[in-house]
């Protein structure tokens, strides 16, 4: 079983800054893969940005830029640094792992950016 626990968000002014963290505990395979996905009212969950334990990642062209995802293979944590917020990044932010070809996600941290 595989657990991920998520921090960092908030209510923040356009043009500010965020730093999500999502930490995955359990039995956790070495090669994986962990990402930052985002789901707005009414709108589809979709990627943000996802980043393999080899360090190969992957950006949505709206973040490219602006937000950075990180991981400390060590301490199975992934965290993504948002800078320059835009209303449009409003979402509830979805934390997952893909380990042995398996998805699990975290609950969700709610990010508001008031304009």
């Not at 395979?29 to 985002?38: A, D, E, L, Q």
């Not at 789901?39 to 490219?64: C, F, H, I, W």
């Not at 209303?87 to 398996?102: H, L, M, Q, R, S």
Request: hydrophobic share 30%.
């Amino acid at each position: 079983q595989v657990q991920l626990v998520e921090s960092g968000g908030g209510l923040v002014q356009t043009g500010g800054s965020l730093r999500l963290s999502c930490a995955a505990s359990g039995h956790i395979f070495s090669i994986n893969t962990m990402g930052w996905y985002r789901q707005a009212p009414g709108k589809q969950r979709e990627l943000v940005a996802s980043l393999t334990s080899y360090g190969s990642s992957n950006y949505a062209d709206s973040v490219k830029g602006r937000f950075t995802i990180s991981r400390d293979n060590a301490k199975n944590t992934v965290y993504l640094q948002m800078n320059s917020l835009k209303p449009e990044d409003t979402a509830v932010y979805y934390c997952k792992i893909i380990n042995f070809g398996a998805n699990y996600w975290g609950q969700g941290t709610q990010v508001t950016v008031s304009s």
